[in-house]
């Protein structure tokens, strides 16, 4: 979900899956306290709109496949650190599939989780 200020230099682009490097420095991606997740925000480099991406930490419910645990303990059982996240502007761009799950321009880039 898109963070609610907006930001003036937001482009009305055609949505295009495009890949960003080098965009680590201008995202800042934050641990939450309870250590159940990481959110990471910043300016999508494709379309200039605002963009939140939440990543869970793997402490889960039970269900298969997650960790029990503390979110330092799951981030350390992580051999690569790095993870795409795509635009979550939340602007249905022009040319966007309607089977595409992500609000956004299609824009993706790496960054580097804690």
């Not at 080098?22 to 910043?42: M, T, Y």
Request: some cysteine.
């Amino acid at each position: 979900m898109p963070d609610a200020q907006p930001v003036e230099n937001h482009r009305t682009i055609d949505y295009a899956l495009n890949f960003h490097d080098d965009q680590a420095q201008f995202f800042r991606v934050e641990p939450e306290p309870d250590g159940r997740k990481v959110i990471v925000r910043g300016i999508c480099p494709g379309c200039g709109g605002r963009t939140r991406t939440v990543w869970p930490t793997g402490i889960g419910s039970g269900s298969k496949g997650t960790f029990t645990g503390s979110g330092e303990e799951a981030a350390a059982r992580i051999p690569d650190r790095n993870r795409l996240v795509r635009c979550e502007c939340g602007l249905s761009h022009p040319n966007r599939p309607a089977t595409e799950l992500f609000t956004g321009c299609g824009a993706n880039w790496h960054v580097e989780m804690p």
